[in-house]
């Protein structure tokens, strides 16, 4: 069984950083993709970024330039989150997916609140 630990988070200022860790403990796939959604007060959950255990990344059109998310270990993950916005407001969720995508595990979310 996967569980996600997330770190980081908290309360920043607009125009301020925030970096987000997420490390899937008990995995044993050599392939797969961790990412971080976002879901805000009353909207859907959204993609934010991800990465493969290869490197390859995607990112959300909102967040290109100001986000960066890299594999900083063996099943660990960083965001690192740059001129945060008051819309960035958010719990941040992280998920973990094996390389054939055929199951997922998420984290239970940390809060980041960007104040204007």
């Known amino acids: 069984q996967v569980q996600l630990v997330e770190s980081g988070g908290g309360l920043v200022q607009a125009g301020g950083f925030l970096g987000l860790s997420c490390e899937a403990s008990g995995s044993s796939f050599s392939h797969y993709t961790m990412a971080w959604y976002r879901q805000a007060p009353g909207k859907q959950r959204e993609l934010v970024a991800s990465?493969?255990?290869?490197?390859?990344y995607e990112y959300a059109e909102f967040v290109k330039g100001r986000f960066t998310i890299t594999n900083i270990g063996v099943n660990t993950v960083y965001l690192r989150m740059n001129n945060l916005k008051p819309e960035d407001t958010a719990t941040y969720y992280c998920?973990?997916?094996?390389?054939?995508?055929?199951?997922?595990?998420w984290g239970k979310g940390t809060l980041v609140t960007v104040s204007p």
């Open positions: 998920q973990f997916q094996t390389g054939d995508r055929s199951v997922e595990y």
């Open positions: 990465i493969t255990s290869a490197g390859s």
